[in-house]
């Protein structure tokens, strides 16, 4: 017996996230960007890798930001893309320290963990239930927080 008023998602249109999921991993893994070596080598300012990859992820958006808006490039659905400014506040540093603080001490930022974990680095799974648990108190307090 089914509830009639329940709503099924459909699996089988959402295979193409997983699918770009598992080529970003693979990416990630093959650019060594997952390497906890690698995470402390820039954190000790030993090697230029790191950077060179963040580097270039910055002026790959910057230039994609210049195009959509030269272009008036629109979303799939026809929408115009707009990039609100954004005002400054002390909240983005502390949340940048803490962000930087959690990276350099467990090698892993959220978007390779699921790599990290995908290629066998299981004690990874405790930086995920950290990130979890992070991200659930900051729902908590988010209301006190500057913004």
Request: glycine residues 12%; positive net charge; hydrophobic residues 55%.
């Amino acid at each position: 017996m089914t509830n009639a008023g329940a709503t099924r998602v459909a699996f089988w249109p959402n295979v193409k996230f997983l699918l770009a999921g598992i080529f970003f991993g693979i990416l990630l893994v093959k650019a060594e960007v997952i390497s906890w070596f690698r995470i402390q080598e820039m954190f000790r300012l030993q090697s230029f890798h790191m950077y060179g990859v963040i580097g270039s992820a910055v002026v790959t958006g910057m230039v994609s930001l210049w195009l959509i808006r030269i272009l008036k490039i629109r979303t799939l659905d026809g929408e115009e893309v707009v990039v609100r400014p954004k005002k400054f506040t002390w909240g983005n540093v502390y949340g940048g320290l803490l962000f930087g603080l959690g990276w350099a001490l467990t090698g892993a930022c959220p978007g390779p963990l699921f790599a990290q974990i995908g290629t066998g680095a299981v004690v990874v799974i405790v930086t995920l239930l950290s990130a979890i648990a992070g991200t659930w108190c900051y729902g908590l307090i988010r209301d006190k927080l500057p913004h």
